[in-house]
């Protein structure tokens, strides 16, 4: 079985103590960096065995060489910065996580914007981190390896107009986007050399645009010279450029939630209906990891637009707190999404059902801190999606 599988996570997994204490203590300047690479390796071998102990057949590495779920990507662009302390003025204030962060009194530590032409280096930062899971895993399932990467939209929706690049470099988004493309095919032609098949782009901006709340904000925001809805579009053909040069047996999901911050906060509301129409049915992925676990996703409805030629993974199972679903619920959930599908495309529940899968709603830990759930309390999750899709799916990966 290639992916998507029945019983699905999202990527990232939670930090040991182990690897946290010495990433804080290299920070501190109480250990010499190279004492990272032994405990990192050892923890991603430790995350990767109770994967497979649990019976998942998609294998990540948990995020473990990251800070935050997005990874390098984008500030080892030629042309791409890292910058620290930024200024508040240079973003979209109503964009869901920014809000987030000014109510709280704070503005993002550090971000990254476009200071020249973007290019890819030809060297890419995610490719090790695929080489070291096939290092440990037998070659039959390397194919079972999904790699997260960053949204290409992710350095974009942020800025107010005119922030995201310099005019004297790009005259448009339409000029930025198509260097951006480029190097994202740059970048999965690498991987897909180094063997990945599974590809996973994690978007959080996507569902901003059912958010109520940022609409309104951007509609009053007269600096836009683009409509919510145009951005959406522009986004999309985005998406479809990146990918549009892989080969046809490279597997792309997108993941889109409504935010996973430190201590389990999420930043915006809003069902899909508002986006379901184009992005199942113009977006050019294979599957969607979608959030399901509270109301603030809305109902399964929009589930009806999804084509017979792609996927679903319902995220039901929530990763942001220890309490366990009710299993029976759950697949109860499932059932219900299969007949709006199915009712959808005019075939039968089975029929649908044999392209969803269950997952928790997002990862366990976006960020490095992690959510309000122990590793026994994830480990609890993950063993209740692999039975609710047992049930569902016996016999199925």
């Known amino acids: ?219 009053e925001d007269k600096t836009n010279i683009t409509s919510a809805d145009d951005m959406f579009d522009a986004y999309i053909q985005l998406y479809n450029d990146c990918i549009s040069k892989a080969p046809a047996d490279m597997h792309f999901g997108v993941h889109l939630c409504r935010g996973n911050f430190v201590g389990s906060r999420h930043f915006s509301e809003g069902s899909y209906d508002r986006i379901a129409t184009k992005l199942f049915q113009s977006l050019n992925i294979h599957t969607y990891y979608l959030e399901y676990d509270t109301p603030r996703a809305g109902g399964f409805e929009p589930l009806a637009f999804l084509p017979k030629n792609k996927s679903v993974i319902l995220g039901v199972v929530t990763s942001k707190f220890p309490e366990l679903e009710d299993k029976e619920e759950m697949k109860r959930r499932v059932y219900e999404a299969a007949e709006i599908i199915a009712k959808g495309n005019g075939e039968t529940r089975e029929e649908a059902l044999r392209r969803m899968g269950v997952s928790p709603q997002c990862g366990f830990a976006s960020h490095e801190g992690g959510n309000l759930i122990d590793m026994q309390g994830m480990e609890n999750k993950l063993k209740l999606v692999r039975e609710i899709a047992d049930d569902i799916w016996p016999g199925e990966a």
């Open 1 to 219: 079985m290639s992916p998507p599988f029945r019983a699905e996570h999202l990527g990232s997994l939670l930090r040991p103590p182990t690897l946290l204490a010495t990433r804080a203590a290299i920070t501190q300047n109480e250990l010499p960096p190279s004492s990272l690479a032994p405990v990192e390796k050892a923890a991603i071998q430790s995350i990767v065995q109770t994967q497979l102990t649990l019976g998942f057949r998609c294998i990540t590495d948990g995020e473990y060489p990251r800070h935050m779920f997005w990874g390098s990507f984008f500030p080892n662009l030629n042309g791409m910065k890292e910058i620290y302390d930024p200024p508040i003025e240079i973003f979209r204030a109503y964009a869901p996580d920014i809000a987030a962060f000014i109510e709280n009194v704070q503005i993002p530590g550090e971000s990254v914007v476009c200071t020249g032409k973007i290019s890819h280096t030809g060297e890419s930062t995610y490719v090790e981190q695929v080489r070291y899971l096939q290092s440990i895993l037998p070659e039959e399932r390397w194919g079972d390896i999904k790699l997260t990467v960053a949204a290409p939209n992710w350095y974009h929706l942020r800025y107010m107009e005119g922030k995201a690049y310099p005019k004297d470099v790009y005259v448009d988004d339409q000029a930025y986007f198509g260097d951006i493309a480029k190097a994202y095919q740059v970048e999965l032609d690498i991987l897909y050399k180094a063997g990945l098949r599974n590809v996973q782009f994690d978007d959080p901006n996507l569902a901003y645009f059912c958010s109520e709340k940022m609409l309104k904000g951007w509609e």
